[in-house]
């Protein structure tokens, strides 16, 4: 059974930053890409970060590029987004989960409890 924990969110004054942990289990980590999502009250979730399984590309949502940076650890079946230049746009709960190639659509079903981040101004 797939299990995805995040961990790292929190309250940030504007401009902060924040680092994100997903450690996964049940799967075979290193050959999946991974990515980010975050869903905001009242809107749906949507992709922030994706990376691939050989840790050779990454892509980002237009929104987050320049400021966040996706990565992975094999080794220890973690994946990780360090978020700079916090906005308040960014607040939601963040998820990861294993991705499809090319579209990075979220490959399992099953969502972890996500972790919140919230950005004051």
């Known amino acids: 059974q797939v299990q995805l924990v995040e961990s790292g969110g929190g309250l940030v004054q504007a401009g902060g930053s924040l680092s994100l942990s997903c450690a996964a289990s049940?799967?075979?980590?290193?050959?999946?890409?991974m990515g980010w999502f975050r869903q905001a009250p009242g809107k749906e979730r949507e992709f922030v970060a994706a990376?691939?399984?050989?840790?050779?590309?990454?892509d980002y949502a237009d929104s987050v590029k320049g400021r966040f940076t996706i990565a992975r650890d094999n080794a220890k079946s973690t994946v990780h987004l360090q978020m700079n230049s916090l906005k308040p746009e960014d607040t939601a709960v963040y998820y990861c989960?294993?991705?499809?190639?090319?579209?990075?659509?979220?490959?399992?079903?099953?969502w972890g409890q996500g972790t919140q981040v919230t950005v004051s101004s």
């Open positions: 989960n294993a991705v499809t190639r090319s579209t990075w659509r979220p490959l399992f079903g099953s």
């Open positions: 049940g799967l075979a980590f290193s050959t999946y890409h």
């Open positions: 990376i691939s399984w050989s840790v050779g590309s990454t």
